[in-house]
């Protein structure tokens, strides 16, 4: 009877030892798991964040272009309506020049 005693003790023990090997196996590969998990997300969030940034700046040049090309055609309408009524303007600071010498002929003479 001892002897299964001692048998069954042993095979207990075994069993423990097996079960605490079994533990300490699946929590180092939770931890690698959980490691591996971690590197995949700052990897997935350092490339989103390159893809972000990269996009930030196509939409920053882009709109520079815009604004160029808006200053560009602005500059070209007021050129052309300058061109336009050249005549109209220069006949309106002819019209300016003479009432300021008027005023002033006015005001000396009295």
Do not use: G, W, Y
Not at 52 to 59: D, H, K, R
Not at 63 to 75: D, G, M, S, V, Y
């Amino acid at each position: 009877m001892k002897p299964i005693i001692e048998e069954v003790l042993h095979v207990e023990e075994e069993v423990s030892n097996i079960l605490k090997q079994a533990r300490i196996s699946a929590s180092e590969i939770r931890n690698a798991a959980d490691k591996e998990s971690s590197e995949k997300m700052n990897a997935a969030k350092e490339q989103t964040r390159e893809i972000i940034q990269t996009a930030v700046e196509q939409a920053r040049k882009q709109a520079e272009r815009l604004a160029e090309e808006k200053l560009k055609q602005a500059e070209l309408q007021k050129d052309a309506l300058l061109n336009s009524n050249a005549e109209k303007v220069n006949s309106l600071v002819d019209n300016i020049c003479k009432v300021i010498l008027r005023t002033e002929f006015d005001t000396d003479t009295k």
